[in-house]
């Protein structure tokens, strides 16, 4: 019985921990999901960084898509469970248990998040070097200017 106590609590701190760096876990929808690609309107065989990529959903859905993605997430559990959720596509999809923040990014061609609002800032500073097209579900980036939304995913563009 203790053993299972502490293994819950274990569970539990991986998800709380990450409240200390970023947004707290909840899966992206899968209209949300159909319009972050449709918004990021890449070609097959392109490339695109997911910034938190929890259960591995949008990586799969992305990998289906045609498209080669990368995922950094910090919870190692969701790291692991989006690995091998995505087994069938190694060869597209790259899993990076890290953070975010100080993991440097690996070039990309599109860049998919689902944070918070107290997060956008300082991803507008990051994305303003990183110099690529932007979808953001449920999160706006304050003062800049948005250049498409769709099912409560928006667009911005970076250049
Ligand atoms: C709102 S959820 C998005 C989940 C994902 N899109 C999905 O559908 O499964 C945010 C995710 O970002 C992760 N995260 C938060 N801050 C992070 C950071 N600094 N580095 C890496 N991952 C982070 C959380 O663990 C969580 O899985």
Redesign the pocket.
């Known amino acids: 019985m203790s053993s299972l106590i502490a293994f819950a609590a274990g569970v539990f701190s991986l998800f709380a921990l ?1 409240l200390l ?8 929808l899968k209209p949300q999901v159909h319009a972050a690609l449709e918004l990021l309107n890449l070609k097959p065989g392109q490339t695109i960084l ?9 990586l799969l859905a992305a990998a289906q898509a045609g498209y080669n993605v990368v995922g ?4 190692p559990l ?1 790291a692991f469970i989006s690995w091998f959720r995505t087994r069938k596509y190694r060869k597209q999809v790259r899993v990076i248990c ?4 100080t993991t440097p990014w690996p070039k990309a061609d599109g860049v998919f998040v ?2 918070l609002d107290r997060f956008m800032p300082k991803l507008d500073e990051r994305m303003l070097e990183y110099k690529k097209p932007l979808v953001s579900v449920a999160f706006q980036v304050p003062g800049k200017r948005l250049s498409e939304e769709r099912a409560g995913v928006y667009r911005y563009d970076y250049s």
Do not use: M, Q, R
């Not at 760096?21 to 992206?28: D, K």
């Not at 997911?50 to 949008?58: A, F, I, M």
């Not at 950094?72 to 919870?75: A, G, K, T, V």
């Open positions: 990450v760096w970023g947004a707290p876990y909840l899966p992206t997911e910034l938190g990529s929890g259960d591995g959903k949008v950094i997430e910090l919870n969701l890290g953070n975010f923040w689902f944070l």
